[in-house]
């Protein structure tokens, strides 16, 4: 018997795969405390600022 993937699912697994990423883990917990200024992101994080647009 097949079985349909339910919105939830779907949901789910998205926000599994977004928390699954080590650079979007790192951007998050910098923003734990608040919003931070992209360019205070990309020194704390040492990357690019076209790789935090990314994510």
């Given at each position: 018997m097949a079985t349909s993937e339910t919105t939830d699912e779907v949901d789910c697994a998205r926000r599994l795969k977004i928390l699954g990423d080590?650079?979007?883990?790192?951007?998050?917990?910098?923003?734990l405390d608040g919003p931070k200024p992209v360019g205070e992101l990309n020194i704390d994080l040492?990357?690019?600022?076209?790789?935090?647009?990314?994510?």
């Open positions: 080590r650079t979007r883990l790192s951007i998050l917990g910098q923003l040492n990357l690019e600022q076209s790789l935090l647009s990314h994510h």
